[in-house]
């Protein structure tokens, strides 16, 4: 079983929908969530970035974390075609490894389309 | 505002031939990666390297070697290409914070055909 789990879609919703994309994961430890989207031949670019349990909103996204289930969800509200694009959810435990360096554990992503 | 540069774009190899692929960042990371993104399987750490002078092992390191050449420049060379190789590069940076974990910033990709 992976540590994250992902719907790889596709999902396809139409213009002003809203969207709802989700995440389950196995390590209790996480507890820092993120959330990229990736247009198509483009690198991921970060778009919500949350602290343990609850919600953060960012203008048509809203990040919601609940830790006892180890569900992330990411909902995008009034949906556009721009939003058209694969979606990953990434997580970390906050420790640095005896290298320096911290982990970030991957979700496969889910591809999304908004029909105009 | 560049962030992070990878060259080049684009790559077709035979089998057995040798290249190094190129990343740079200009926002003053200590830490950079590099990744490899497949279908199905999602991004996978291949090195890391958490400041300079420094390098480690990922989680799919067999048949690629890495350096770091400065604090901007971190390179994924691979030595003999093989078919299983084929597959899409980022590289990647981030600040380093003990305690708390900082979004990493990727690159547009390489992407890379092993004939």
């Known amino acids: 079983q992976k540590e994250v789990e992902q719907d790889p879609g596709p999902l396809s919703v139409p213009e002003g929908a809203i969207v709802s994309l989700n995440c389950t994961y196995s390590n209790s430890a996480f507890q820092y969530f993120m959330w990229y989207r990736q247009y198509s031949r483009k690198g991921p670019e970060l778009l919500m970035y949350?602290?343990?349990?609850g919600n953060k909103e960012d203008g048509r996204f809203t990040a919601q974390v609940d830790k006892s289930s180890k569900y992330i969800s990411l909902f995008i509200r009034d949906s556009q075609p721009s939003d058209s694009a694969t979606y990953l959810c990434?997580?970390?435990?906050?420790?640095?490894?005896?290298?320096?360096?911290?982990?970030?554990?991957f979700g496969t992503g889910t591809r999304l389309t908004i029909i105009p | 505002n560049a962030g992070v540069t990878q060259t080049p774009k684009f790559q077709v190899l035979k089998t057995g031939q040798s290249m190094t692929l190129q990343c740079a960042q200009d926002m003053n990371h200590n830490s950079m990666y590099w990744y490899r993104q497949d279908p199905g399987m999602g991004l996978r750490l291949i090195y890391y390297?958490?400041?300079?002078?420094?390098?480690d092992k990922g989680e799919v390191p067999n048949g690629y070697n890495v350096s770091r050449l400065n604090k901007r420049e971190f390179s994924l060379r691979l030595e003999s290409a093989a078919p299983s190789q084929t597959s899409v590069y980022f590289c990647a940076s981030s600040d380093l914070n003990p305690g708390a974990a900082w979004p990493q910033h990727f690159g547009d990709g390489t992407r890379l055909s092993i004939l």
């Open positions: 949350t602290y343990s349990s």
């Open positions: 390297s958490a400041s300079e002078g420094t390098t």
């Open positions: 990434a997580m970390s435990d906050g420790t640095i490894s005896n290298f320096g360096n911290e982990k970030l554990t």
